[in-house]
């Protein structure tokens, strides 16, 4: 404990020195690491945090980062919540990021891939406003909306990886039936390299989207356990998921030797072991997303943490969920620590009714606290500005804002960059965010975790 704690204090450094000194920041995180022989060799390691360095400095993400930067971009972003690529690019994020997961596409009943929103990916015509290099599109261009827009930032950042995210929590109804057989899983398989790697779009020139994504991540909640409702659900999933993972694996390889096949996994350990065959699982992919958030949320009616870094001796649940714990089963279930990418919410989980005398942590809850787009959950950007009192807990790596009625935990840039020496310290793959649209206009968030991070 003593140890993270420094390495907060030295992350805080970091943070602070980066924007003014990139060469004092570049020292400070050479002191969180551990000794050369855990990460690579003396020389070597240095002149690869250079290599990073210099990298970003020319607004090159991926290539030759010690650290991933993953962020979500949600699909439906570009209508209720009027958030664009091209806000990517104005906000500074998208020079700080590895990689971007597009989502979502969804599993169909027939077992094949297919997109869920077909006007915003491809179909839209994007205004100049809206455009990441101000041209608008064309009347009579094949390629529009997201993905055309996913190319123009490409372009700017040759090195940044786009991967495209398959399933989600209303996505995953169809994976089980998709994975069942030999045949099922090379068809599912074939569709999926076909639509998204290929760029093969319905209704559009063969190959006008090749090129756009470097890989595929799989993102099926949950295999052998519940998700949404009417999800279709077997025992045999756990086995299945492996399979489907090796034939992925192989057909990706060939229609393309450098693309990427990554997953998210979930927090519980109910779930890992309901679902997933962790060592097998992780030899498969290039690396995988673990859930770091909706530890605890609105859907109880008693106060918690929504994504607390350190178990809390104090939370009085029956299980004491947290990210520390949640990397422990991984690793314990033969998951290699660099391969561990550590989700992080860049929203906040609420409650109303807490009449508590406290701080409100752990107190009786009468519901959800109303949110902007649904009840019981908000913004980063939105939650930076609602009063209240804020409280935080270096010991359990979490912040909450309760003003008598209403409590809120989610995570700030102070968060973010413990979060991140964590990450630094444990060896652990990198980071991911749950959506970059839920930052602030300046990245805040984004640029926390990108302080430590490289």
């Known amino acids: 404990m003593r140890r993270l704690l420094l390495a907060v204090a030295l992350a805080t450094g970091i943070a602070a ?18 000794p050369a022989a855990e990460v690579t060799a003396g020389a070597s390691a240095d002149a690869a945090r250079s ?42 994020a998208a020079a700080k990021l590895t990689h971007i997961n597009y989502a979502f596409g969804f599993v169909g009943a027939e077992g094949t891939c297919y997109s869920a929103d077909p006007w915003a990916d491809w179909q839209r015509g994007v205004p100049a406003e809206q455009s990441v290099d101000g041209i608008a599109d064309g009347d009579d261009q094949a390629l529009k909306g997201n993905l055309n827009q996913l190319r123009k930032l490409k372009a700017k950042h040759p090195n940044l990886k786009v991967l495209i995210s398959l399933g989600g929590w209303s996505g995953s109804t169809y994976f089980s039936d998709a994975v069942l057989t030999p045949e099922s899983r090379a068809k599912l398989a074939a569709s999926c390299v076909d639509l998204w790697l290929k760029g093969n779009l319905p209704d559009l020139p063969q190959g006008a989207a090749a090129g756009i994504f470097d890989g595929i991540d799989l993102d099926w909640e949950w ?39 990554t997953a998210f996994l ?109 009840a019981g959950t908000e913004d980063y950007k939105i939650l930076a500005g609602k009063p209240g009192k804020r409280y935080r807990d270096l010991l359990t790596g979490t912040m909450w804002l309760y003003d008598g009625n209403e409590f809120w935990s989610y995570d700030d840039p102070a968060v973010l960059v413990q979060k991140a020496a964590y990450i630094r310290l444990k060896g652990l793959g990198g980071s991911m965010m749950w959506s970059l649209d839920q930052d602030d206009a300046k990245a805040s968030l984004t640029s926390a975790l990108y302080s430590v991070l490289r």
Do not use: C
């Open 266 to 374: 979930p927090a519980a350990a109910a779930k890992i072991d309901a679902g997933f065959e962790v060592a097998p699982v992780f030899r498969l992919l290039d690396f995988a997303t673990v859930q770091g958030y909706d530890l605890h949320g609105s859907w109880e009616l008693r106060t918690g943490h929504n994504g607390n870094l350190l178990s809390d001796r104090k939370d009085p649940n029956p299980v004491r969920f947290s990210v520390d714990q949640t990397v422990k089963d991984y690793v314990s279930r033969g998951a290699p620590k660099s391969k561990i990418v550590v989700g992080v919410p860049a929203y906040g989980q609420g409650w109303t009714g807490v009449r508590s005398g406290g701080n409100g942590l752990y107190a009786p809850a009468t519901g959800p606290a109303p949110g902007t787009f649904a």
């Open 223 to 261: 295999p052998g356990s519940a998700g949404n409702d009417g999800n279709v659900i077997r025992p045999e999933d756990k086995q299945n998921f492996t399979l489907f993972l090796a034939e992925l694996r192989r057909q990706m390889t060939a229609a393309d030797r450098h693309s990427e096949l």
């Open 51 to 92: 290599g990073a360095q210099a990298e970003a400095a020319r607004g090159r993400t991926g290539g030759h980062d010690r650290y991933k930067r993953v962020g979500y971009f949600i699909q439906w972003g570009v209508y209720g919540r009027n958030f664009h690529v091209k806000d990517l690019e104005t906000s500074g």
């Open 17 to 34: 020195a980066a924007a003014s000194s990139p060469a004092q920041a570049a020292q400070a995180r050479s002191a969180l690491d551990e």
